[in-house]
């Protein structure tokens, strides 16, 4: 289990996370949905993240699951377009070799897009869109996906370890608000 939110108290970040903060100001805390505890993360004009060191190897692990809810999306967001490029949740997996799987729950990007993203120097991401739009607001959703398959057809190769994980929120292109929860975010040997 990479989060687990029932061994943090409300109102605290989860055990073994940071806090990493790209612009404005963070809302992130353990919080209570419907008598589960709950990772919540609240975007007004910001953007940041939690993350956590992990050693994985996906030849082993491939599967990443996790279960997550959005509330409200970054209105006019859309990862493909810079100015626009806010979401209300991302789930990100960073490699060994400064690769990473961005997988997405856009506002307008259709479901099932997958496109290279490269804007920082020397590290490649790869987006995936897994949800899209309001159709799924305020419901609990579960997602399983093979990070190694994903890697193979993101870059042509086997995946090498993974080392990082990053749970991301952001509105500040938009200059609009974005709300999500994150909840058992873990990796499996088959799928969930």
Known sequence: MV?????????KLPNGWELKVNA??????????SGAPVLHLKSVKSSFALER????????????AWRWKVTQLPAGGDFRHFTK??????????????????YIWDT????GTTQSQTALPLVHIF???????????NR????????AADYLK???????????????????????????YFTDVEFHSTPQ
């Open 3 to 11: 989060l687990d939110t029932a061994k943090t108290p409300a109102g």
């Open 24 to 33: 404005g100001k963070p809302d992130a805390a353990i919080a209570d949905d």
């Open 53 to 64: 060191p992990v050693d994985v190897d996906p030849s082993k692990m491939p599967y990443l």
């Open 85 to 102: 490029d806010d979401q209300a949740a991302q789930v990100m997996i960073a490699f060994d070799d400064r690769r990473v799987l961005s």
């Open 108 to 111: 307008t990007a259709p479901q």
């Open 127 to 137: 987006v995936i869109v897994c949800r899209s739009g309001a159709t799924d607001e």
């Open 140 to 147: 609990w959703l579960g997602e399983t996906h093979n990070v």
């Open 154 to 180: 993101a870059y042509g190769k086997p995946a090498p370890h993974v080392k990082g994980l990053r749970l991301q929120i952001n509105s500040q292109h938009t200059g609009t608000s974005a709300e999500s």
